[in-house]
């Protein structure tokens, strides 16, 4: 497969807003003009109800696995794992900028992310998605539980195995999804940010 054509095949599968058709389809509403208007599964579990939440973190986690595991390498490419993690910042830069919204009003990439990473280290990411739900379920702040999990991976990566390409992309990952939720760190600070058993901040603008 040429490399350029299976970078825009990732972020097309990236790109597809799960929350959003869901919350058209079941709900009838528009993710991005209530709650918090991201497209995240927070939002729609806000709206809709926590079992939407693991339906799309579900989805999104598949548009970054799918591409990862799946998408063949080009024949001239001899570093596999660095062309995994190139479909995997494709997938991610969909879900956050999605082509089928005209680049606008896409996730924070959490759930997309812990997709690829699966691809990339199924144990250690499930061992950080079960960090993340205990996080939430102490604190019952998805945020918090998003930012921790996203924190401890590149140690776990790091101490597993060594500062290769895949530990320097889980730190640029971490601080990619620390930056989408600034907005949510100034909120935990000022002890302002909802949990999940309160409603939800009014939309931010981006």
Sequence with gaps: MPPVLGLILAY???????AYLIGRLFGRIDLRRVGSGNLGATNLA???GWPFFFLVFA???AKGALPVMLLPSPGDLDHHQMWQ???GVAAIIGHTRPIFLLGHGGGKGVATAAGVFYGLLPHQTVDVLVIFGLVVLITKYVSLGSLTASGILPIMVLIGRGAGPVFWFSLFVALFIA????KNIQRLRKGKEPRIDRSPPKPESS
């Design 59 to 61: 989805l999104d986690a």
């Design 179 to 182: 930056f989408t939720h600034r």
């Design 12 to 18: 097309l599968i990236g790109s597809v807003p799960f």
């Design 85 to 87: 993690i190139a479909l």
């Design 46 to 48: 806000r709206q809709m």
